[in-house]
């Protein structure tokens, strides 16, 4: 029995004091630019990596993990929502399409 | 209007600052997110995709000039210029920050105004007909009740962790504007034979993923048994109502699993017990209340230049066809202000134009406004002498869109734009429609036709009883967006018919223009509305036109 094999992963979140979308890097920072996230290709690493996330409760609300693709530019999204939360909403300049990450 | 009493006063301000305790708890680090959760959405803050959103309530869908502005100034100072009006009569700010929020709390206390119950599972925001107090074929003002009902529900301690969210709306008219048959409990404000005031209620209407229309409960309800009889539906439901199930949590499934009679039997039984705790305050309560919906002075003034203007101007013309409605006064209208400018985001209001509206309803209107559950803004008592003047201000603003009810006045609830639940956006395919059929120049020609979108099942967008109803879902990881037909939200409500396979992004709006095309066709004359055609000739021609290559593969 062969088990699917993991899909790279990103660990996302919202910021606490602003609510908008940031991912952990791999010095452990949060960035506000997806392109600097760790692109984690190990299960058992991003366990970890999410654990590590919701230990910091007072910087980030709602960690998770969700599937990202290397393009050699840094992660890059998979799913749409994913996408829109990279740049903002769609019928204004507004968010981080305009904020300069 | 209604006015704040001390208790008003002094609960709303407690209430702002226990929550900038709580705040600053959670920034400290002394609350989780898990224990602040619940206590941020009792003030409507919501975490969203790309931030915070705060859902201010705005009850029964009334506004004054002040509150207005003070609007516009939150929007300007904590906000990004401007706010989302929505289909429960609540404005929403899609960019406050966290440290913020207790100072705009403030700021809408300073104006009798709060974001309490505008989320969690409690008795939300009670909405109301948009022309109440106005319309011509208004039986009664609905609003003094449903400021009871706001006072009644406001931290009703019984009610605070009901098995689901609780809405409700009141109409004063026989033609349902408010959309009663589609909420948990819908209050109809009629007379009996002897000519006394009651109430039909309605009950387990909704949305969402199970759209169902509401029934009858009561037929005819006395005025002075409604608090204790909403008080003993809302305490049944608060027992029998399921909490294993969050899909099934809903009163309209609590009344489905029991059936109505059952229902309605253990609503009486309790109301037996319930009716003798009320005695009579609540009518004292309602008659003060009834007081501060006094009409305003109506003036009798000539109506020439009205007429005047409108066979000048072919534009202003266009806009009173379609913007006014019938007002009970005589020389006065209700104006609707479309907030769905062709190509904008429905129901989008800049600080700028808050304050125009502001300004127009203190120059010209009673210093009343309206936001209407359908987006847009009414200025409910404009004497027909002074619309020349109030077009020429609206159009200025960009505020003087002829499409009130046309097919480019689209109902769509924010979406993957903005919204942490949605599985597509709304807002795009409002606009790309909208602007279609502007280039097109066909609405006026097209007529009547409620176009509604919802970019996720839950159903904020009313698709279901849209005419056109749209919902946005997300398929193997593409925006996809499925059709309903026939959908009706008045008295005569229906829920809509799914036509077929839903459409990617960019197949929708052709989508959208085949199935107008086959209306145009089969219609029996431009008096005949698309729901009338589709009620009578059904889905069939409209099948034809949205798949004609798999409607061919059946014929050959």
């Known amino acids: 029995m062969s088990r699917r094999p993991f899909s790279p992963k990103v660990v996302t979140a919202n910021a606490l004091l602003e609510g908008d979308a940031i991912w952990l890097t791999r010095d452990d920072r949060w960035t506000r630019n997806m392109a600097e996230a760790e692109l984690i290709t190990d299960e058992a690493v991003a366990d970890d990596r999410l654990l590590f996330a919701m230990s910091q409760p007072d910087v980030v609300v709602g960690a998770y993990l969700v599937d990202a693709k290397d393009t ?27 904020e300069g990450v | 209007m209604y006015k704040y009493n001390e208790f008003d006063e002094g609960f709303v301000r407690e209430r702002v600052s226990q929550f900038r305790a709580q705040v600053e ?18 003030n409507g803050l919501y975490l969203q995709l790309h931030a915070y959103m705060l859902r201010v309530a705005i009850p029964y869908g009334t506004l004054n000039s002040r509150q207005m502005r003070q609007l516009a100034m939150i929007a300007d100072k904590w906000d990004q210029g401007y706010g989302h009006f929505t289909t429960r009569q609540n404005i929403q700010y899609n960019w406050p920050k966290l440290k913020d929020v207790p100072d705009i709390l403030e700021a809408l206390a300073d104006v009798e105004m709060h974001a309490l119950q505008t989320s969690g599972n409690t008795i939300r925001n009670v909405t109301a007909d948009h022309f109440a107090g106005a319309a011509a074929d208004e039986i009664a003002d609905p609003r003094p009740v449903a400021e009871l009902i706001r006072q009644w529900s406001t931290d009703h301690p019984e009610f605070q962790f009901l098995p689901r969210k609780f809405k409700v709306a009141v109409t004063g008219s026989p033609n349902d504007r408010a959309v009663t048959k589609a909420h948990d409990i819908g209050l109809r404000m009629v007379r009996n034979d002897a000519g006394e005031a009651g109430y039909e209620v309605i009950v387990g209407g909704g949305l969402g993923r199970t759209p169902m229309i509401g029934k009858v409960i009561r037929e005819f309800l006395p005025q002075a048994h409604l608090l204790p009889y909403l008080e003993s539906i809302v305490s049944v439901y608060n027992v029998l109502g399921r909490r294993d199930n969050k899909y099934k949590a809903r009163i309209k499934i609590t009344v489905a699993e029991n059936g109505l009679d059952e229902f309605r039997t253990r609503v009486d039984a309790r109301f037996e017990q319930v009716r003798a705790q009320f005695k009579g305050f609540d009518q004292e309560i309602l008659a003060k209340i009834e007081q501060s919906f006094a009409p305003p002075a109506f003036r009798s003034a000539p109506e020439t230049d009205y007429e005047a203007a409108r066979s000048k101007n072919g534009a202003f013309r266009a806009w009173t066809d379609t913007n006014l409605a019938e007002h009970k006064a005589p020389g006065y209208a209700i104006v609707t202000v479309s907030i769905k400018a062709h190509g904008a985001t429905p129901g989008d209001t800049t600080s700028e134009q808050m304050r125009v509206l502001a300004d127009i309803a203190e120059r010209f209107g009673h210093d009343e406004l309206r936001i209407s559950h359908e987006q847009n803004v009414i200025l409910p008592h404009i004497h027909k002498s002074d619309l020349p003047e109030v077009y020429a201000v609206l159009r200025d603003n960009g505020l003087a869109t002829a499409n009130v009810g046309l097919i480019s006045d689209i109902i769509a609830c924010p979406g993957m734009d903005y919204c942490a639940l949605a599985t597509a956006r709304s807002i795009p395919i409002a606009q790309e429609i909208a602007t279609r059929f502007d280039d097109l120049k066909l ?5 009547e036709l409620k176009l509604k979108i919802s970019g996720c099942i839950n159903a904020c967008g009313h698709h279901h009883v849209g005419h056109i109803g749209i919902l946005g879902l997300d398929r193997a990881g ?29 197949d929708i709006v052709p989508a959208i223009e085949r199935i107008v095309q086959a209306y145009l066709e089969h219609r ?6 698309f729901l009338e055609t589709y009620r009578r000739v059904g889905m069939a021609p409209f099948k034809v036109a949205l798949y004609p290559e798999k409607e061919s593969a059946h014929a050959a």
């Open chain 1, 72 to 98: 050699g530019n840094g992660p890059e999204p998979i799913h749409f929502r994913e996408d829109f939360r990279t740049r903002g909403p769609s019928n204004y300049a507004h968010g981080k399409q305009v």
């Open chain 2, 524 to 529: 029996e004359g431009p008096e005949e509305i």
């Open chain 2, 478 to 506: 593409v925006e996809s967006y499925q059709i309903t037909l026939g959908g009706d939200a008045t008295e005569t409500a229906a829920v809509g018919e799914r036509a077929g396979p839903g459409f990617s992004a960019d």
């Open chain 2, 443 to 447: 609405e006026h020609e097209i007529g």
């Open chain 2, 25 to 42: 708890r959670r920034l400290d680090g002394s609350l989780t997110e898990d224990e602040f959760k619940p206590l941020r959405l009792m």
